[in-house]
């Protein structure tokens, strides 16, 4: 099955810097490569993902990079702001079937005035 | 729109006792996803269901864990009995008809609910 490696675990930021997180998975067969915003206390949500047919991806400050030969993908945040703290988790799944996300352990990002 | 639904938030039971959880999906939604969160760690999958088949349950303890979405819409998890390693938060999710999407190149994003923190003591 699919596996998830994601790191930093942990991630120290000052406010107005800029934050990167990277993955890398293990099935070349997986398409589809969604972010996921985790707030305490709540689900995670969805923030940006990215299909294999496409190497980069940007909403506004996030982005999404994904190099399909080396099997890794990253998310950037520019000009981080202090609520951009939370967990960031990434995932991977092949688009057809019944495959499901197989997310990363996670990331928390702390964001600091 | 309400999102997933879930409930109850938070669940405090002893160790060898019953416990159900309890999803309400986004309307629309065929797929419907139980996941456990580990503290500091990811979601990982229990069972997924396509209406009311459940297509991959390769990962739910069976002699403890059950499930069901007779209907089609929503879902109940149960664990009977559970242990102390059961703590954890069992997270809903929700997404649209996966064959649907892969044909149409639709959304595929999977939608969480808030939770449910199981303590078991």
């Known amino acids: 099955g699919e596996n998830v490696e994601q790191h930093p675990s942990t991630l120290s930021v000052q406010e107005g810097d800029s934050a990167v997180i990277k993955c890398t998975y293990s099935d070349s067969a997986s398409n589809y490569f969604p972010w996921y915003k985790q707030e305490l206390g709540k689900g995670p949500q969805l923030i940006i993902d990215?299909?294999?047919?496409?190497g980069e991806k940007k909403d506004q400050r996030i982005a999404v990079t994904l190099n399909k030969t080396a099997k890794h993908f990253s998310l950037h945040i520019t000009e981080t702001q202090p609520e951009d703290s939370a967990v960031y988790f990434c995932?991977?799944?092949?688009?057809?079937?019944?495959?499901?996300?197989?997310f990363g352990k996670g990331t928390m990002l702390l964001v600091s005035p | 729109e309400a999102g997933v639904v879930q409930s109850p938030r938070y669940k405090i039971i002893e160790k060898k006792q019953p416990v159900a959880f309890w999803c309400n999906p986004i309307s629309g939604h065929n797929t419907l996803y139980w996941y456990r969160q580990n503290l500091g760690q990811g979601p990982e999958l229990l069972i997924r269901?396509?209406?009311?088949?459940?297509?991959?349950d390769s990962q739910l303890p069976k002699d403890r864990f059950s499930a069901e979405r007779l209907k089609g819409v929503d879902s109940t998890l149960k664990i009977q009995p559970a242990e102390l390693g059961d703590s954890a938060v069992y997270l809903c999710?929700?997404?649209?008809?996966?064959?649907?999407?892969?044909?149409?190149?639709?959304?595929?994003?999977?939608?969480f609910g808030q939770g449910t923190r199981l303590t078991v003591v």
């Open positions: 269901y396509e209406n009311e088949e459940a297509v991959d």
């Open positions: 995932a991977a799944s092949i688009i057809a079937g019944y495959s499901t996300l197989t």
């Open positions: 999710a929700s997404s649209l008809d996966t064959a649907l999407v892969y044909r149409a190149e639709k959304n595929t994003e999977a939608f």
């Open positions: 990215i299909r294999s047919n496409v």
